[in-house]
């Protein structure tokens, strides 16, 4: 058997490289020779923002994914998204109340939803988010809280509905409302908070302030992680 890497051949803003095709978008993109300053944070998944809008040469269908997890294909035409610009309602979340009435205010296109289900086939986190509107658009924000957490907010829901759903900013403020008037308070949380605030901590913080960058690495290696 051959150790031999077969090369595929991609299109970054238009121009032809040749690479390996085991690597994903974003190291292909390295490969050859971009510097990712924008549309590049985790590399793992986490932070959104490396959504990638791409086309298969002779596909007329337009793909989305993120850079970081979605591998390369020959004849793939690529093109970053650097920031989705979605609209973002402002609010005192101690003037709102987690009712439709005040939602609909805030985030009105929400109750356009047609029910296409094209943000939750799009999304990169498989969150099913035509149901988390649904949820909101009922004033359930508990769930619509719970199904929306592992959003990244790469906005690639908002690149794909028809009547301009900003999916992930409405998600936020579904999780801000659940938090501050519906869940219930955390007893161990507000010990914690407590005793921050006694001045129990202040040595640890104390080191924490002083530290290197070496020593903190160390202490964030070494950290204990709650099982
Ligand atoms: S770089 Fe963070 S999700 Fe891709």
């Known amino acids: 058997m051959s150790d031999t890497i077969a090369m595929v051949d991609i299109f970054i803003m238009g121009k032809r490289y040749t690479v390996p095709e085991t690597l994903t978008i974003m190291n292909a993109m390295e ?10 944070g985790c590399r793992a998944g986490f932070c959104g923002a490396c959504a990638t809008v791409y086309r298969i040469a002779g596909d007329y269908e337009l793909k989305v994914g993120l850079a970081c997890q979605t591998k390369v294909e020959d004849g793939m035409y690529l093109a970053q998204i650097p920031f989705f610009p979605g609209r973002k309602a402002y609010y005192d979340l101690e003037e709102i109340k987690p009712s439709v009435a005040h939602f609909a205010q805030l985030y009105p ?27 909101i658009q009922r004033g359930d924000f508990a769930k619509a809280a719970d199904i929306s957490f592992d959003c ?8 794909r509905c028809p009547v301009n759903i900003v999916h992930y900013n409405a998600a936020l403020t579904a999780r801000r409302l659940y938090s501050r008037y519906i869940a219930r308070p955390d007893a161990f949380l507000a010990e914690r908070t407590r005793a921050i605030e006694e001045g129990k901590f202040d040595a640890e ?10 020593k903190l690495q160390k202490l964030y290696d070494n950290r204990e992680i709650e099982k």
């Open 31 to 40: 490969y050859a020779g971009y510097q990712l300053k924008r549309g590049c």
């Open 109 to 135: 296109e929400v109750y356009r939803c047609l029910g296409c289900s094209s943000c939750t086939k799009v999304c990169p986190q498989d969150i099913d988010v035509m149901q988390y509107i649904a949820y």
């Open 152 to 159: 990244l907010m790469c906005g690639l829901c908002v690149s």
């Open 205 to 214: 913080i104390g080191v924490l302030v002083s530290a290197n960058q070496e």
